[in-house]
């Protein structure tokens, strides 16, 4: 895959440099495209220009395939920050959907679990960790309310209908010190999850990320008139005994 950068912001993803890629700017030839470098310029044939780079992890994580809807790099940036998860980490995540979180935690941590009880969603999920070539990814077509299998695990992260259920499992695969951490879209799951953590856990936090994006263009400086409000409530917990 080839990325390319236009001089406006936008960025375009050549998934085959073998043919001719065509854009609202015209057309570059594949020509062109394979003899490409990094930092290279190209130009269609109506003159129009394109930088021209090689994907990052970034890049190629956002164009996994997307089933169920996924947690927005928003809320996972919050939490790799408020658990400092990174590269001697191991993590469980439940339900894997997608598998959009066990991707984006994997390029950072030693390993994830990552739980899913759909076969349909499964499948999504096992496509998404083959296409990024990742192997610190182990996916379990299983229902993690009846268990999980690691032990001492550093972060459990639960993105479920019923995270309250996932609470005795969670407990039994964290090392003390260990973090739990839900993601719901509603306020009655916080309430019932928090709830169902008890005296082996300290709540630590519930917290909502809100992102606005700025439009700046020379003296024109103002809030993006289309924003991304709210998503899910992120609850902090940390397993104390």
């Known amino acids: ?20 890629f065509h854009t609202q700017f015209g057309f570059i030839s594949r020509h062109d495209l394979k003899n490409a470098g990094d930092g290279s310029v190209v130009k269609t044939n109506t003159g129009k220009e394109f930088y021209v780079f090689s994907p990052g992890f970034v890049d190629l994580y956002r164009r996994i395939k997307r089933g169920p809807q996924i947690v927005p790099l928003k809320d996972l940036g919050a939490v790799v920050s408020l658990t400092g998860i990174g590269k001697d980490s191991v993590v469980v995540d439940a339900g894997s959907g997608s598998g959009a979180v066990a991707c984006f935690l994997a390029n950072l941590v030693k390993e994830v679990h990552s739980y899913e009880i759909r076969p349909d969603f499964f499948k999504i999920a096992e496509e998404n960790v083959k296409r990024l070539g990742l192997a610190n990814v182990f996916l379990k077509n299983r229902d993690v309310y009846e268990g999980m299998e690691e032990t001492g695990v550093d972060l459990v992260f639960l993105d479920l209908p019923e995270p309250w259920k996932a609470v005795p499992a969670a407990h039994s695969s964290l090392k003390v010190g260990g973090f739990l951490v839900s993601y719901s879209p509603t306020i009655p799951q916080v309430a019932d999850f928090v709830s169902a953590l008890g005296s082996k856990y300290m709540h630590l936090r519930t917290i909502e990320v809100i992102e606005r994006d700025w439009e700046i263009s020379e003296r024109k400086v103002r809030p993006r008139s289309v924003s991304i409000g709210h998503s899910g409530f992120l609850s902090f917990a940390r397993k104390i005994c």
């Open 1 to 20: 895959m080839r990325i390319l950068a236009s001089g406006a912001g936008r960025l375009f993803y050549v998934s085959n440099p073998d043919s001719d």
